[in-house]
């Protein structure tokens, strides 16, 4: 059997997600948001049970756990993590940039230095 359940322990939330052959635990800060995220999780298993069901490939809870996301407690969260990885990966590809015009200086002297040395 499936089972999700929110935990609090020595000031943070846990979460478990029994998902029968495997156990997925997660923290989380709030109640509020450790809530979000069961009830976030339960609508998802139960959507993809509906759709695996159902004969015209509809489920009726996909508006729930659309609305889940756009709560005003979640979105900013999403967000910001998002935001944070993409400017961590911008500042890792403009270093990898940086070091490949470096090879590229570098490979053009090398060159300028060997046609030199060759004539």
Same mark, same amino acid.
């Not at 809530?35 to 339960?42: C, F, H, K, S, Y």
């Given at each position: 059997?499936?089972? !999700? =359940?929110? !935990?609090?322990?020595? #000031? &943070? +939330? ?5 998902? #029968?052959?495997?156990?997925?635990? *997660?923290? &989380? $800060? ?18 993809? %049970? ?11 809870? !996909?508006?729930?756990? !659309?609305?889940?996301?756009? /709560? %005003? ?8 993590? +998002? ?6 990966? &911008?500042? /890792? $590809?403009?270093?990898?940039?940086? @070091? @490949?015009?470096?090879?590229?200086? =570098? ?6 230095? *060997? ?5």
């Amino acid at each position: 059997m499936h089972k !999700v =359940e929110a !935990v609090q322990k020595k #000031g &943070c +939330y846990k979460l478990f997600f029994n998902l #029968g052959e495997r156990i997925f635990k *997660l923290r &989380c $800060t709030s109640g509020a948001l450790a809530n979000r995220w069961v009830e976030a999780v339960e609508t998802s298993m139960r959507t993809a %049970k509906e759709l695996s069901n159902s004969k015209t490939n509809k489920s009726r809870n !996909v508006r729930k756990l !659309v609305g889940l996301h756009e /709560k %005003k407690e979640l979105r900013p969260l999403i967000e910001s993590k +998002y935001d944070s990885l993409m400017k961590k990966n &911008c500042e /890792k $590809t403009t270093e990898l940039i940086n @070091c @490949c015009k470096k090879i590229k200086e =570098e490979l053009i002297i090398v060159i300028i230095i *060997l046609t030199h040395n060759s004539s």
